[in-house]
């Protein structure tokens, strides 16, 4: 989990303010039994704030897989505690503002604080051992008046930031996720990117689990910006390079066709339809790996069927949308997750991306994304709401 220094500070200091709050709280309050919940509460505010020091501490690039696990759940479980504690003392607070006029503070408040509190420590939780595995069918149609007759009907199964290393070597869910999708029978699967976390031997365990994904037209993927080895300290650029190759040849092994800057046509009769895959391609702190013009040397402007396969949707948003010299009627992309937390339609990925999420036009509707919020988690061990997504497509005039 990457955690700027800019904000350890800051939270640290928050939850030792939240902890002397509710301390305070406790010992002003509760008639009975106070010197023992205050004990408690100071207890473990220590602890807590002794371990987190210890996590933020921990050498991240160079930790183990499991190591890193380890700190993910950590410090989710340090959030879930003093997220709720945060969101009491705001209500808390709320209920003392008659108190600046010398009045009594407003009855109910605390108890509406508690019970805010309990929500959010049970709606994180869901999201960490439920929602997480839970596997969402998005069917989408795109009409387009360019597509040839005789991909009329065609279907297409997006897939998007597996992020495997995040299960261990458990491949349980990632065999319902393969048989949901076999069972949907799309003429083509495609996969946008972060395959794995950091290290190319993540994907190994789940080899022989996603080779079992078959489609008439194959399966074709591209690379996301996890999947270059940027986030692992390597000893050298030799054993970064091996790392790439290892990549290369797993998913070679897995049947699929990867598309490094790269196109594949599909034909039907006198009617094509073109495959393109892009590098990764993004707006900083993110490497750029990725060439729209070598992956597709002709005129991007002529008249052919073409879906783009671009990890990060800045790329749509910068250089696909609004350009009346590139025909790319469909880019599909992954990398938000919907930060992993969409309720009631709303995210904060809005606040970082303008497309974070579902079906997009430009202004003269001549280019189409779709943003796939993505299968597996990254960060934090969990999905509140953003359910994991299985996107279907179907091609029409």
């Known amino acids: 989990m990457r955690l700027p220094l800019v904000l350890i500070l800051p939270i640290l200091l928050l939850s030792i303010l939240a902890d002397w709050y509710i301390c305070r709280a406790v010992w002003t309050r509760c008639r009975h039994h106070a010197t023992f919940w205050r004990r408690i509460a100071l207890w473990s505010s220590e602890l807590l704030t002794l371990s987190f020091i210890v996590a933020i501490a921990w050498p991240k690039k160079s930790a183990s897989d499991d190591g890193l696990l380890s700190l993910m759940w950590f410090l989710y479980a340090y959030f879930s505690i003093y997220i709720p504690k945060y969101l009491f003392i705001i209500v808390d607070l709320l209920g003392k503002i008659p108190c600046l006029w010398h009045k009594n503070r407003i009855r109910g408040f605390a108890q509406t604080g508690i019970v805010l509190a309990i929500a959010t420590f049970i709606l ?28 009329k009907g065609m279907t297409i199964a997006q897939l998007s930031d597996l992020h495997v290393g995040s299960y261990g070597s458990d491949t349980t869910y990632i065999h319902r996720l393969v048989e949901t999708v076999n069972a949907l029978h799309p003429d083509l699967i495609v996969f946008t990117g972060d395959i794995v976390n950091r290290r190319s031997d993540e994907l190994v365990p789940f080899v022989k689990t996603l080779s079992s994904l078959k489609a008439p037209l194959g ?50 009769g006198t009617d094509s339809l073109v495959l393109i895959g892009v590098e990764n391609i993004g707006d900083p702190p993110f490497h750029v790996y990725g060439d729209l013009d070598k992956a597709y040397p002709g005129d991007l402007d002529d008249p052919a069927f073409k879906i783009l396969l671009s990890h990060n949707p800045a790329h749509w948003t910068a250089d696909i949308a609004e350009a009346p010299d590139k025909n790319i009627a469909l880019t ?10 969409e309720l009631f339609g709303m995210s904060p990925a809005a606040f970082r991306y303008r497309t974070w999420g579902g079906l997009y036009h430009d202004s003269d509707r001549a280019h189409t994304l779709y943003v796939n919020i993505g299968i597996g988690e990254v960060g934090i061990p969990a999905r509140i709401g953003a359910t994991p997504e299985i996107t279907l497509f179907t091609l029409t005039k």
Request: glycine fraction near 6%; charged fraction near 20%.
């Open 332 to 341: 599909m992309s992954g990398h938000t997750h919907a930060m992993q937390m």
């Open 124 to 151: 994180m939780w869901w999201g960490a051992l439920i929602n997480r595995y839970r596997i969402d069918v998005v069917n989408v149609e795109i009409a387009e008046p360019s597509l040839p007759d005789a991909f």
């Open 219 to 268: 399966v074709y993927s591209i690379l996301g910006n996890h999947d270059y080895g940027d986030y692992f300290a390597w000893k050298s650029a030799e054993a970064k390079d091996a790392n790439m190759e290892l990549l290369y040849n797993l998913q070679k092994q897995m049947g699929w066709t990867m598309l490094n800057n790269e196109s594949k046509t599909f034909y039907a």
